[in-house]
C-alpha cells in the first residue's frame, strides 16, 4: 500500500490542524493506520492509531487534544489535533500495518507516507 500525508502547515499555538493520508494499492480497509511525528534530534514518536476495526489509541502527548479516524470508502485517514502547542512541530508521518500489533511501535508498521511537516508558532 503506498501512503501520502497531507495536510501540515504553519499555524499559531492554540490553533487546529486536520491531517490527511491518502492510502492506494490494496484495500485500505485491512490495515491498521497510524501517525508518527519526528522533531529535529529526537527519535520518531508514537502520535496515534486506529485499528481496521475502529479502535484507536494516542500517545500521552496528544491525548485529550487529537482525534484519529478513517474514511475505509475514501481510504483515508485523517488526524485532528487542537490547541496546538510549540512542542507539537514536527514532521508528522502515516504509516499502516497489517496485523495492527504494538501499535506504538514504529518497526511495527510495513508502509510509511513521506511526511507532512507541522509547524507551531508561540
Known amino acids: 500500500v503506498q501512503l501520502q500525508a497531507s495536510g501540515g502547515g504553519l499555524v499559531q499555538a492554540g490553533a487546529s490542524l486536520r491531517l490527511s493520508c491518502a492510502a492506494s494499492?490494496?484495500?485500505?480497509?485491512?490495515?491498521?493506520a497510524a501517525w508518527f511525528r519526528q522533531a529535529p534530534g529526537k527519535e520518531r514518536e508514537f502520535v496515534a492509531s486506529?485499528?481496521?476495526?475502529?479502535?484507536?489509541y494516542y500517545g500521552d502527548s496528544v491525548k485529550g487534544r487529537s482525534t484519529i479516524s478513517r474514511d475505509n470508502a475514501k481510504n483515508m485517514a485523517h488526524l485532528q489535533m487542537n490547541s496546538l502547542k510549540p512542542e507539537d512541530t514536527a514532521v508528522y508521518y502515516c504509516?499502516?500495518?497489517?496485523?495492527?500489533?504494538?501499535?506504538?511501535?514504529?518497526?511495527?508498521?510495513?508502509?510509511w507516507g513521506q511526511g507532512t511537516l507541522v509547524t507551531v508558532s508561540s
Open positions: 504509516a499502516a500495518q497489517m496485523i495492527g500489533r504494538e501499535y506504538w511501535r514504529p518497526s511495527a508498521y510495513t508502509y
Open positions: 486506529i485499528s481496521w476495526t475502529g479502535g484507536t
Open positions: 494499492g490494496r484495500a485500505f480497509r485491512n490495515y491498521s
